[in-house]
């Protein structure tokens, strides 16, 4: 007699054979809430088990039925032998039990199948064994000697960009959860498909290692086996490990890793960082206690500790709620780690330039800040379950991001994911005393919700020095309006079913510096989320710089505002027109040994005004959008348009004559290594744009710390209060050309 049941440990690797389990794995472990489970009582005392090497069997002197070695092999990885009493392997294990079983255990649904999982495993001891079952599986499989095809099989379209092609109208959440693997993904969109969990590891013929029941005692540091990155399943099972390396942790892309059976006492918190592992087999070993750090292994499912002196806690915990529980408690009740060092500013000046703008009168300087905030209605459990559940809190992370604006203290603030309730009752009253004004702006959907819905519903929010700059206007880019007034763009399909669906908003704040009258336009714009949408970030980003361009030329077309007014000194009152009194107690106050001040400037078109454009793109520097923002033009074929049609985009490219470059593309600085930092995604998709002709760059704030970022799995946590990171950079205003004086025209005799 023979098990004809699969592995439940790695039937979900196995192509179609899903069918043949009677084991399907549970989508949660635990039948309800705690204590709603029956309690079954305890099993009778283990009189052993049968122990295999190299394929013979030493019975433990204590079994009462003596188990012969079997081989059956059903197309599965794994077959185990059965008990020849006739009973069912759930009869014979639960009456069984284990050397370990406690008289006292609960015995919960989860409880049940880990004490399966671990007979199972106990009866793989012999060398190579899943190895060898898999090997003989597969050559008992019969292949048509004429393949048989189905003639009504439509061949599925090509890859684009790494992600398959998909029906533009579905946007169900499998679809949306498969292609967004390996992405850019901000949860910015209305939760209505789940954030990808898993990332895709590097290609490979093959993607598991039985390297199980060979003795192996020792795994260097060095060894190769940390240099396979693409391995998803791993047993070093039955062996003679007293220790696993915490280089360990390279193996980003494990699901399952089995250390059972070997004399392991303690775990390396490394394992913390495999945030894909489903299954963690620790059966049979001398661990007493489970490091904290696992806590961040939030997709976890099984961690099967049957067979350890554990913890008594953390066991009972484990045997009624189940692994996710224990996980939980792991992750809130972790210490908080040693926090990073601080980001270093990277001044692009050299000591001369430094000095040459202090000794000039008329140097201008601006500084930007824009960051993502992470919205409290998306920061869940569900999507970020390996934060610490009062590190999510909105409480906890509103006055890290509050001190973190304050702490840099820049001219302009643009933040996005900002709700219209977090914009009125927290930062427009907390900023307002640090010099701070601002104006917000919700999304679209926003139009649809009712009223105590719409305090929850996002959108971008800008603050500038009330002291230093006037806001002369504030303008809303509605990319789905737009795009569907816009006369020259046609109406087609792929417009109505991607772009007009999503409610992306860009906001425009044209400014005045109340001393020097420079007048600048900065831009604070939220890009879709969506990797499957890339073609509709194109789209966006082609209306932004159309709809700033137009902006900027009606801005160039306001007269000039009135000369400053005298202002008696001493007087407490700002002068509006600029003057010498700004409000701010620290600028230069008006004297007789003040320069005299800069003509005004004059703009005799858009593009002379000094331009930033900053925000969350959801675009990587190797996109579309990044190519489209910094060349300034963009072919109709490019990849990122997915082969779908957008009238004259698609037909005859994008153009812009803006000029943009990055801030940290200039060379000293380079793009960050990430602003986004999640276990499924790490990179650069947040952006400060510049106007290269009126304005250049200072320094640029630095990326987070390389070693501190090596033992996080991802943000937020303690120290960072989104999974976004902040941007800065600081500019010089390029005087005006038209304000040098011109030659006298010739003269002729």
Same mark, same amino acid.
């Given at each position: 007699?023979?098990?004809?049941?699969?592995?439940?440990?790695?039937?979900?690797?196995?192509?179609?054979?899903?069918?043949?389990?009677?084991?399907?794995?549970?989508?949660?472990?635990?039948?309800?809430?705690?204590?709603?489970?029956?309690?079954?009582?305890?099993?009778?005392?283990?009189?052993?088990?049968?122990?295999? =090497?190299?394929?013979?069997?030493?019975?433990?002197?204590?079994?009462?039925?003596?188990i012969p070695m079997q081989h059956h092999h059903h197309n599965s990885l794994t077959h185990y032998p059965s008990p020849t009493n006739g009973h069912?392997?759930?009869?014979?294990?639960?009456?069984?039990?284990?050397?370990?079983?406690?008289?006292?255990?609960?015995?919960?649904?989860?409880?049940?199948?880990?004490?399966?999982?671990?007979?199972?495993?106990?009866?793989?001891?012999?060398?190579?064994?899943?190895?060898?079952?898999?090997?003989?599986?597969?050559?008992?499989?019969?292949?048509?000697?004429?393949?048989?095809?189905?003639?009504?099989?439509?061949?599925?379209?090509?890859?684009?960009?790494?992600?398959?092609?998909?029906?533009?109208?579905?946007? /169900?959440?499998? /679809?949306?959860?498969?292609?967004?693997?390996?992405?850019? /993904?901000? $949860?910015?969109?209305?939760?209505?498909?789940?954030?990808?969990?898993?990332?895709?590891?590097?290609?490979?013929?093959?993607?598991?290692?039985?390297?199980?029941?060979?003795?192996?005692?020792?795994?260097?540091?060095?060894?190769?086996?940390? =240099?396979?990155?693409?391995?998803?399943?791993?047993?070093?099972?039955?062996?003679?490990?007293?220790?696993?390396?915490?280089?360990?942790?390279?193996?980003?892309?494990?699901?399952?890793?089995?250390?059972?059976?070997?004399?392991? =006492?303690?775990?390396?918190?490394?394992?913390?960082?495999?945030?894909?592992?489903?299954?963690?087999?620790?059966?049979?070993?001398?661990?007493?206690?489970?490091?904290?750090?696992?806590?961040?292994?939030?997709?976890?499912?099984?961690?099967?500790?049957?067979?350890?002196?554990?913890?008594?806690?953390?066991?009972?915990?484990?045997?009624?709620?189940?692994?996710? #529980?224990?996980?939980?408690?792991?992750?809130?009740?972790?210490?908080?780690?040693?926090?990073?060092?601080?980001?270093?500013?990277?001044?692009?000046?050299?000591?001369?330039?430094?000095?040459?703008?202090?000794?000039?009168?008329?140097?201008?300087?601006? /500084?930007?800040?824009?960051?993502?905030?992470?919205?409290?209605?998306?920061?869940?459990?569900?999507?970020?379950?390996?934060?610490?559940?009062?590190?999510?809190?909105?409480?906890?992370?509103?006055?890290?991001?509050?001190?973190?604006?304050?702490?840099?203290?820049?001219?302009?603030?643009?933040?996005?994911?900002?709700?219209?309730?977090?914009?009125?009752?927290?930062?427009?009253?907390?900023?307002?005393?640090?010099?701070?004004?601002?104006?917000?702006?919700?999304?679209?959907?926003?139009? $649809?919700?009712?009223?105590?819905?719409?305090?929850?519903?996002?959108?971008?929010?800008?603050?500038?020095?009330?002291?230093?700059?006037?806001?002369?206007?504030?303008?809303?880019?509605?990319?789905?309006?737009?795009?569907?007034?816009?006369?020259?763009?046609?109406? $087609?399909?792929?417009?109505?079913?991607?772009?007009?669906?999503?409610?992306?908003?860009?906001?425009?704040?044209?400014?005045?510096?109340?001393?020097?009258?420079?007048?600048?336009?900065?831009?604070?714009?939220?890009?879709?989320?969506?990797?499957?949408?890339?073609d509709v970030k194109l789209v966006q980003a082609a209306l932004l710089v159309d709809e700033i361009d137009k902006i900027a030329a009606n801005f160039?077309?306001?007269?000039?505002?009135?000369?400053?007014? #005298?202002?008696?000194?001493?007087?407490?009152?700002?002068?509006?027109?600029?003057?010498?009194? $700004?409000?701010?107690?620290?600028?230069?106050?008006?004297?007789?040994?003040?320069?005299?001040?800069?003509?005004?400037?004059?703009?005799?078109?858009?593009?002379?005004?000094?331009?930033?454009?900053?925000?969350?793109?959801?675009?990587?520097?190797?996109?579309?959008?990044?190519?489209?923002?910094?060349?300034?033009?963009?072919?109709?074929?490019?990849?990122?348009?997915?082969?779908?049609?957008?009238?004259?985009?698609?037909?005859?490219?994008?153009?812009?004559?803006?000029?943009?470059?990055?801030?940290?593309?200039?060379?000293?600085?380079?793009?960050?290594?990430?602003?986004?930092? =999640?276990?499924?995604?790490?990179?650069?998709?947040?952006?400060?744009?510049?106007?290269?002709?009126?304005?250049?760059?200072?320094?640029?704030?630095?990326?987070?710390?390389?070693?501190y970022l090596e033992k996080v799995v991802g943000f937020p946590n303690a120290h960072f209060p989104s999974d976004h990171v902040c941007i800065t950079?600081?500019?010089?205003?390029?005087?005006?050309?038209?304000?040098?004086?011109?030659?006298?025209?010739?003269?002729?005799?």
């Open positions: 007699m023979y098990y004809p049941q699969q592995s439940p440990a790695i039937a979900h690797k196995l192509a179609n054979h899903h069918d043949q389990s009677s084991w399907p794995r549970p989508h949660h472990p635990v039948l309800g809430p705690p204590g709603s489970q029956p309690n079954v009582g305890p099993p009778p005392p283990s009189p052993g088990y049968a122990l295999y =090497t190299n394929g013979s069997m030493q019975h433990h002197p204590h079994h009462p039925h003596p069912t392997i759930q009869q014979h294990v639960l009456s069984q039990g284990s050397p370990a079983t406690t008289t006292g255990q609960i015995m919960s649904a989860h409880w049940q199948q880990q004490l399966l999982k671990c007979e199972m495993i106990r009866s793989s001891r012999s060398p190579f064994h899943r190895a060898r079952a898999s090997a003989l599986a597969s050559r008992n499989v019969a292949k048509a000697a004429i393949p048989i095809t189905n003639p009504n099989f439509v061949k599925p379209p090509p890859d684009v960009n790494g992600a398959p092609e998909s029906d533009p109208s579905d946007s /169900s959440p499998a /679809s949306v959860a498969a292609g967004a693997v390996n992405h850019p /993904s901000s $949860t910015v969109a209305p939760i209505k498909a789940p954030r990808p969990t898993s990332i895709r590891p590097p290609e490979n013929s093959w993607s598991s290692l039985d390297m199980g029941g060979v003795n192996l005692k020792n795994i260097p540091q060095t060894s190769g086996l940390f =240099t396979f990155t693409f391995l998803i399943n791993l047993y070093l099972n039955h062996n003679a490990l007293t220790s696993v390396p915490p280089q360990i942790a390279k193996l980003r892309h494990l699901e399952l890793l089995d250390l059972s059976g070997n004399h392991l =006492t303690t775990l390396a918190p490394e394992l913390g960082m495999l945030t894909q592992l489903k299954e963690l087999y620790l059966f049979d070993n001398q661990i007493t206690n489970i490091p904290s750090e696992l806590g961040t292994l939030h997709q976890l499912k099984t961690l099967g500790v049957e067979g350890n002196p554990l913890d008594a806690s953390l066991k009972q915990l484990v045997q009624k709620d189940g692994t996710p #529980a224990l996980i939980s408690y792991l992750r809130d009740s972790c210490p908080v780690p040693t926090p990073p060092p601080e980001r270093v500013w990277k001044n692009l000046l050299s000591p001369a330039e430094e000095e040459a703008m202090q000794s000039d009168p008329y140097t201008e300087t601006i /500084s930007v800040l824009s960051y993502n905030i992470l919205c409290e209605k998306y920061a869940t459990e569900r999507l970020y379950g390996y934060t610490p559940a009062w590190a999510l809190t909105w409480d906890y992370r509103k006055e890290l991001v509050l001190t973190e604006l304050m702490n840099h203290d820049t001219d302009f603030l643009c933040l996005q994911e900002v709700d219209i309730a977090a914009y009125e009752d927290y930062f427009l009253q907390h900023l307002k005393g640090h010099d701070y004004d601002g104006f917000h702006w919700p999304k679209s959907r926003y139009k $649809t919700k009712k009223d105590t819905e719409r305090r929850q519903v996002d959108g971008c929010a800008t603050f500038y020095k009330a002291s230093k700059y006037t806001l002369v206007e504030k303008q809303l880019i509605e990319f789905s309006a737009v795009a569907m007034q816009r006369p020259d763009f046609e109406k $087609t399909d792929d417009m109505f079913n991607r772009v007009l669906i999503k409610d992306n908003i860009a906001v425009v704040c044209l400014m005045e510096d109340k001393q020097t009258r420079t007048r600048f336009i900065i831009a604070n714009a939220h890009l879709d989320w969506d990797p499957l949408f890339c160039a077309k306001y007269p000039p505002p009135p000369p400053p007014s #005298a202002q008696t000194p001493g007087s407490d009152e700002a002068d509006p027109g600029g003057g010498g009194g $700004t409000g701010d107690p620290d600028a230069p106050s008006a004297s007789t040994s003040k320069p005299p001040s800069r003509p005004t400037p004059h703009y005799t078109e858009g593009t002379k005004i000094p331009l930033i454009i900053c925000g969350d793109f959801n675009s990587v520097p190797g996109s579309g959008v990044y190519e489209f923002l910094s060349n300034g033009t963009l072919p109709p074929d490019h990849p990122d348009f997915l082969s779908h049609k957008y009238g004259r985009l698609t037909t005859d490219g994008l153009r812009h004559r803006l000029g943009l470059k990055s801030a940290y593309s200039a060379p000293g600085i380079g793009e960050p290594p990430l602003t986004n930092h =999640t276990p499924s995604f790490q990179g650069s998709i947040d952006y400060i744009w510049y106007g290269s002709a009126n304005l250049a760059v200072n320094g640029a704030l630095g990326e987070v710390d390389k070693g950079a600081s500019f010089r205003v390029k005087p005006p050309r038209e304000n040098q004086p011109r030659p006298p025209p010739p003269t002729f005799s």
